[in-house]
């Protein structure tokens, strides 16, 4: 798995395609720009909830790679 950024044009094509009026794509993309650079607050929610300490995705992702089959490079 690998991430892609997408243009933003691309974006909110996507996002008036799927219905969603201008001003609400407008204040989405807001929303999301306005995050860029800054860390995530980290909740104690996924321990208290499954009493188990979170891990990160790639730690998820290593434990779980035999379930996707093998990598290509």
Do not use: C
């Amino acid at each position: 798995m690998r991430w892609e950024e997408q243009p933003e044009d691309w974006f909110r094509d996507q996002m008036a395609r799927l219905g969603m009026p201008a001003p609400g794509i407008d204040d989405y993309v807001n929303v999301l720009t306005a995050r860029v650079g800054k860390p995530t607050e980290v909740l104690p929610t996924v321990e208290q909830v499954t009493g188990r300490p979170p891990v990160t995705y790639a730690q998820w992702a290593a434990d779980h790679a035999a379930a996707f089959g093998a990598a290509s490079a």
